[in-house]
């Protein structure tokens, strides 16, 4: 079964500054993978998604990820960060070939100092 | 174009009381799915209804049942409400031709509290 790594918890960055979160899974052969945005009080939204092709995806507000086949890493980055940002962010792999299912990393929480 | 609603918003049950929790989109997507969230550990899938007549176990099944009444409805019901079972529920529905891959949209949320 897929598993995946959100290995901070919790981070906090001024406006303006750069952003970096990470994510891991193990299912090296993972065809496609998202990040899913919560805003506090309120349900998942789709930041991005990637499928085979490049490797580099464009998400909604500024967002962008890279998949790393060799790392198994699908990192999101930001590079100026708003405090509109201030919310939770969840990779979601699929839980298996074939699956209809998602596995939801425990999330990595950001805050933004004005 | 609602998306995807969620009845009631809250809720606070006693030990061993039932109650449904409701779910609807206007999408006319196949697959609707169940998940709660708790505090440090993401979401994790409770049910799923692939399409209208199906319904499949996700991670956490037990305790709970599910009703895909109709294309856009997917109910969530609690026979017998513990403790361990106070979250936040979320529905979402995806269009359901990529299975996994497809884009998931989610309600807003239902919070139960169970004392």
Known sequence: AQSVTQPDIHITVSEGASLELR???SYGATPYLFWYV????????????????DTLVQGIKGFEA???????????RKPSVHWSDAAEYFCAPPSGA???????????????IP | NAGVTQTPKFQVLKTGQSMTLQCAQD????????????????????????SEGTTDK???????????????EFSLRLESAAPSQTSVYFCA???????????????????LTVL
């Not at chain 1, 919560?38 to 092709?53: C, I, V």
């Open chain 1, 23 to 25: 994510c891991n899974y």
């Open chain 1, 38 to 53: 919560q805003s506090p009080g309120q349900g998942l939204q789709l930041l991005l998604k990637y499928f085979s092709g």
């Open chain 1, 66 to 76: 890279e998949f790393k086949r060799s790392q198994s890493s699908f990192n999101l």
């Open chain 1, 98 to 112: 074939g699956s209809y299912q998602l596995t939801f990393g425990k999330g990595t929480k950001l805050s933004v």
């Open chain 2, 27 to 50: 999408m006319n997507h196949n697959s609707m799915y169940w998940y709660r969230q708790d505090p440090g550990m993401g979401l994790r899938l409770i049910y799923y209804s692939a």
């Open chain 2, 58 to 72: 996700g991670e956490v099944p037990n305790g709970y049942n599910v009703s895909r009444l109709n294309k856009r």
């Open chain 2, 93 to 111: 529905s995806s269009e359901g031709e990529k299975g996994a891959a497809d884009t998931q949209y989610f309600g807003p949320g239902t919070r």
